[in-house]
């Protein structure tokens, strides 16, 4: 076994590591539809979430596009009120818990082993069951919008009295499948957490692992807190519904806006569970391809854990128009202007990264240019909605909208496409079509912008969002947005065709396909071995 030498700068480790001889005589993948179904290797599960999210994706982009035909132009053409509404619930529900999250766990099931030197995951049998959980919880969701009365249509909040008495019969169906969400996450950041403090190779300490694993490990402590808060205010909403509770009902003695608080507890540390794998993904690309060590790599560790804590002072910003007293707005206010700092931080170090680099510009590359710049734009307008008397204007307006989408498309779904083509070679075996992904790029760039930027200016002029109708005056910048959501997800057509051509063969790909990558994930060969170091990696 060779040995790992690791440089210390006085900033972040640099791995300088020759190839490791891997075992793999003995170690051969089962075949057949045992190996997916019974499997308890982590890169099989990693490639499982990650093609499961995929199709979420299309699924509730598909619902976007039934909501973006709807609002090409004034007027009720394709679609009742109601099923618009169920769409609108669906499309958030899916996209938030059924594509963003299960991606992340897909890159932390593949990933975190190899960069840590473990051989699995710490629990691989939860592993298989934290993930075979998923698709039935998502059937459960689905198989609601064929129910009588349909699927859930009180948006994917689920605010009372919306959730409780005006809801369908099939909300039963909705509680049920958000649980099963719920265990699944728990047992996936169980596992992370163990891994990560007990499976790490010899000589990896806490301040030499990589950023992406030091952001899934907080990420996985956000899980395991608010998870069961969001399990909680479901439990009530289904009591209230079902066996005639009044937790939420002011007729009974509850109080509605209860549940909002309760939620949004839940909710803002949510936001950053769908971010913060994100800062890692982003910080591993950016170093690889500036050829030059992370900036600030401890200052970066430090933000990623003043986000997640100051994540659980924010909650209320969602609820500004509640009627909150003015020392509780005067606090959220502060509080969610002084959690732009830690992640104006990354930002900094990020460029600082950048500045004076060797840069090239292969697709990894420029869909993580492309986050810095998009997710900055999102993270301005979320300080714009942090003021309070500014937010009583863009409240539920398109405004929101087009803000929460800058975050979590070209920020989320950019750095996981970015993760993707990162790794793909390290996954496959072989190299990407490049051409072709950088016209996935910028078609996905192009688009994305013409459907979400001119949604502010929607807010802004007043348009109420999760309507089916709307007033003359906004018809002609709807039409535009329409146009951009439709060659947005046309555009994704072409990162199937990427992904499948990777798969199906191509120029072979070398154990370090980037010249600039660092880490234990490039000793390896391409496509990393069924079985990963059997004798541990040793870092010095």
């Given at each position: 076994?060779s040995e790992?030498?690791?440089?210390?700068?006085?900033?972040?480790?640099i791995?300088?590591?020759?190839a490791i001889k891997?075992?793999?005589?003995?170690?051969?993948?089962?075949q057949?539809?045992?190996?997916?179904?019974f499997s308890t290797n982590?890169?099989?599960i990693?490639?499982?979430?990650?093609w499961?999210?995929?199709?979420?994706?299309?699924?509730g982009g598909?619902?976007?596009m039934?909501?973006?035909?709807?609002l090409?132009q004034?007027?009720?053409?394709?679609?009742?009120?109601?099923?618009?509404?169920?769409?609108?619930?669906?499309?958030?529900?899916?996209?938030v818990f059924?594509?963003v999250?299960?991606?992340?766990?897909?890159l932390?099931?593949?990933?975190?082993?190899?960069?840590?030197g473990?051989?699995d995951?710490?629990?691989?049998r939860?592993?298989?069951?934290?993930?075979?959980?998923l698709?039935?919880?998502?059937s459960?969701?689905l198989?609601?919008?064929?129910?009588?009365?349909?699927?859930?249509n009180f948006?994917?909040?689920?605010y009372?009295?919306?959730?409780?008495q005006?809801?369908?019969d099939?909300?039963?169906?909705?509680?049920?499948?958000?649980?099963?969400?719920?265990?699944?996450?728990?047992?996936?950041?169980?596992?992370?957490?163990v891994?990560?403090?007990?499976?790490?190779?010899?000589g990896?300490t806490l301040?030499?692992?990589?950023?992406?694993?030091?952001?899934?490990?907080?990420?996985?402590?956000l899980?395991?807190?608010?998870?069961?808060v969001?399990?909680?205010?479901?439990?009530?909403?289904l009591?209230?519904?079902?066996?005639?509770?009044?937790?939420?009902?002011a007729?009974?003695?509850g109080?509605?806006?209860?549940?909002q608080?309760?939620f949004?507890?839940?909710?803002h540390?949510?936001?950053?569970i769908m971010?913060l794998?994100?800062?890692?993904?982003?910080?591993?690309?950016?170093?690889?391809?500036?050829?030059?060590?992370?900036?600030?790599?401890?200052?970066?560790?430090y933000?990623?854990?003043?986000i997640?804590?100051l994540?659980f002072?924010v909650?209320?910003h969602?609820?500004?128009?509640?009627?909150?007293?003015?020392a509780?707005e005067?606090?959220?206010?502060?509080?969610?202007?002084?959690i732009?700092?830690?992640?104006?931080?990354?930002?900094?170090?990020?460029?600082?990264?950048?500045w004076?680099?060797?840069?090239?510009?292969?697709?990894?590359?420029?869909f993580?240019?492309?986050?810095?710049?998009?997710?900055?734009?999102?993270?301005?307008?979320?300080l714009?909605l942090?003021?309070t008397?500014?937010?009583?204007?863009?409240?539920?307006?398109y405004?929101?909208?087009?803000?929460f989408h800058?975050?979590?498309?070209?920020?989320?779904?950019?750095?996981?496409?970015a993760?993707?083509?990162?790794?793909?070679?390290?996954?496959t075996?072989f190299?990407?079509?490049?051409?072709?992904?950088?016209?996935?790029?910028w078609?996905s760039l192009?688009?994305?912008?013409?459907?979400?930027?001119?949604?502010?200016?929607?807010?802004?002029?007043?348009?109420?969002?999760?309507?089916?109708?709307?007033a003359?005056?906004?018809?002609d910048?709807n039409k535009?947005?329409?146009?951009?959501?439709?060659?947005?997800?046309?555009?994704?057509?072409?990162?199937?065709?990427v992904?499948?051509m990777?798969i199906?063969g191509?120029k072979?790909a070398?154990?370090k396909?980037?010249?600039?990558a660092?880490?234990l994930?490039w000793?390896?060969?391409?496509?990393?071995?069924y079985h990963?170091?059997?004798t541990?990696?040793?870092v010095?």
């Amino acid at each position: 076994m060779s040995e790992i030498e690791l440089k210390d700068t006085a900033e972040q480790p640099i791995l300088d590591v020759p190839a490791i001889k891997i075992h793999t005589d003995h170690h051969s993948a089962p075949q057949g539809y045992k190996r997916w179904l019974f499997s308890t290797n982590h890169k099989d599960i990693g490639t499982l979430y990650l093609w499961f999210s995929l199709t979420m994706f299309f699924i509730g982009g598909a619902m976007a596009m039934i909501i973006r035909a709807e609002l090409f132009q004034p007027g009720l053409q394709l679609i009742e009120p109601n099923f618009f509404n169920q769409m609108t619930t669906s499309h958030g529900l899916i996209m938030v818990f059924g594509a963003v999250m299960p991606a992340f766990v897909g890159l932390a099931n593949w990933m975190l082993p190899l960069m840590i030197g473990a051989p699995d995951m710490a629990l691989p049998r939860m592993n298989n069951w934290s993930f075979w959980i998923l698709p039935f919880a998502f059937s459960l969701l689905l198989l609601s919008l064929f129910t009588e009365g349909g699927g859930p249509n009180f948006g994917w909040t689920f605010y009372p009295p919306l959730s409780t008495q005006y809801s369908p019969d099939s909300t039963a169906m909705f509680v049920f499948s958000i649980h099963l969400m719920g265990i699944s996450s728990i047992m996936g950041a169980i596992n992370v957490i163990v891994t990560i403090f007990n499976m790490r190779a010899p000589g990896m300490t806490l301040m030499k692992m990589p950023m992406f694993v030091w952001t899934w490990l907080i990420t996985a402590f956000l899980l395991i807190a608010v998870m069961p808060v969001l399990a909680g205010a479901v439990t009530m909403i289904l009591t209230d519904k079902y066996f005639g509770t009044s937790f939420f009902d002011a007729a009974g003695g509850g109080d509605p806006v209860l549940f909002q608080h309760i939620f949004w507890f839940f909710g803002h540390p949510e936001v950053y569970i769908m971010i913060l794998p994100s800062f890692g993904i982003i910080s591993a690309i950016i170093p690889t391809f500036a050829r030059k060590p992370l900036f600030g790599y401890h200052s970066m560790v430090y933000a990623t854990v003043s986000i997640a804590i100051l994540s659980f002072t924010v909650w209320a910003h969602h609820m500004f128009t509640v009627g909150l007293p003015l020392a509780a707005e005067l606090f959220f206010m502060y509080c969610t202007m002084l959690i732009s700092v830690p992640t104006g931080v990354k930002i900094f170090n990020w460029i600082a990264t950048l500045w004076r680099g060797s840069i090239t510009f292969e697709v990894p590359m420029l869909f993580s240019l492309a986050f810095i710049v998009l997710f900055t734009i999102g993270g301005f307008s979320g300080l714009m909605l942090a003021i309070t008397p500014a937010d009583f204007q863009y409240h539920d307006t398109y405004f929101v909208v087009a803000h929460f989408h800058y975050v979590l498309v070209t920020g989320a779904v950019f750095s996981i496409m970015a993760a993707a083509y990162y790794w793909l070679p390290k996954w496959t075996g072989f190299m990407f079509n490049e051409k072709l992904g950088q016209w996935h790029f910028w078609c996905s760039l192009i688009s994305v912008n013409l459907l979400f930027f001119p949604m502010h200016f929607l807010g802004l002029a007043g348009m109420p969002r999760r309507i089916p109708d709307y007033a003359l005056q906004f018809a002609d910048i709807n039409k535009i947005v329409s146009i951009g959501g439709f060659l947005f997800g046309l555009s994704q057509l072409i990162f199937v065709a990427v992904v499948i051509m990777a798969i199906r063969g191509g120029k072979k790909a070398p154990a370090k396909p980037w010249e600039g990558a660092e880490g234990l994930e490039w000793t390896v060969p391409s496509p990393a071995p069924y079985h990963t170091f059997d004798t541990p990696p040793e870092v010095k």
